[in-house]
């Protein structure tokens, strides 16, 4: 049975620091893109980054380049996000989930689908 199960979330100031990790169980994430997600109240789901595993690939949004990163251990078949200078807009649920097709910009995810989520994590970024 497959799982994703994100963990990592939580309370911080503007301008600190977190980082999600992600977790898989029932298969590898070697042939996959993992990406990461969120989702504000009110708004819908956005694309935060991705990565795609066969050649370490990487994306982001605007809005978060140069302040989030999406570091992978294999071993640990685990993606993480690594976020910095966090501001109160990126306070939201965040998701993470894998899609079997090669997604090389973040922006084009939904033409792709996704084929499995986590439930989500919730960060929230204090001004």
């Known amino acids: 049975e497959v799982h994703i199960v994100e963990s990592g979330g939580g309370l911080v100031q503007a301008g600190g620091s977190l980082r999600l990790s992600c977790a898989a169980s029932?298969?590898?994430?070697?042939?996959?893109?993992i990406g990461w997600f969120r989702q504000a109240p009110g708004k819908a789901r956005e694309g935060v980054s991705c990565?795609?595993?066969?050649?370490?690939?990487?994306d982001y949004a605007d809005s978060v380049k140069g302040r989030f990163t999406i570091p992978s251990d294999n071993a640990k078949n685990t993606v993480y996000l690594q976020m910095n200078n966090l501001k109160p807009e990126d306070t939201g649920v965040y998701y993470c989930a894998s899609s079997y097709s090669t997604i090389r910009s973040i922006r084009t995810w939904e033409r792709y689908g996704m084929d499995y989520w986590g439930k989500g994590t919730q960060v929230t970024v204090s001004a």
């Open positions: 990565i795609t595993r066969s050649d370490g690939a990487t």
């Open positions: 029932g298969f590898t994430f070697d042939d996959y893109t």
